[in-house]
């Protein structure tokens, strides 16, 4: 069983910063890719960012990058999620997930485990 727990969520003002956590636990962290999703009412879970755990490439989707960074921290089993120069649109629900893969996938349905979400929420 894989536990993910994200925190760091919160409301902040357009062009504002967070950071956003997610702490492993449960299996070894480092030998697996791990994504960011958001999700807003009435919109689909998308993609954001996600990190390979062989050689730590990182994959961003076009509307945030350049402006998030996500990293990964395997002795503190932790990926991270920066956030900055954030926009209304950005305001979601934050999700982390990890897949029994060396590769991160853009689908959500390639993920094996996700956290409770976080919310971020912008305002203008």
């Known amino acids: 069983q894989v536990q993910l727990v994200e925190s760091g969520g919160g409301l902040v003002q357009a062009g504002g910063s967070l950071r956003l956590s997610c702490a492993a636990s449960?299996?070894?962290?480092?030998?697996?890719?791990m994504g960011w999703f958001r999700q807003a009412p009435g919109k689909e879970r998308e993609f954001v960012a996600g990190?390979?755990?062989?050689?730590?490439?990182?994959y961003y989707a076009d509307s945030v990058k350049g402006r998030f960074t996500i990293s990964r921290d395997n002795a503190k089993s932790t990926v991270y999620l920066q956030m900055n120069s954030l926009k209304p649109e950005d305001t979601a629900v934050y999700y982390c997930?990890?897949?029994?893969?060396?590769?991160?996938?853009?689908?959500?349905?390639?993920?094996?485990?996700w956290g409770q979400g976080t919310q971020v929420t912008v305002s203008s």
């Open positions: 997930a990890t897949r029994f893969a060396r590769h991160v996938e853009v689908n959500s349905y390639e993920y094996d485990y």
């Open positions: 449960g299996r070894t962290f480092s030998r697996y890719a």
């Open positions: 990190i390979d755990w062989s050689d730590s490439r990182t």
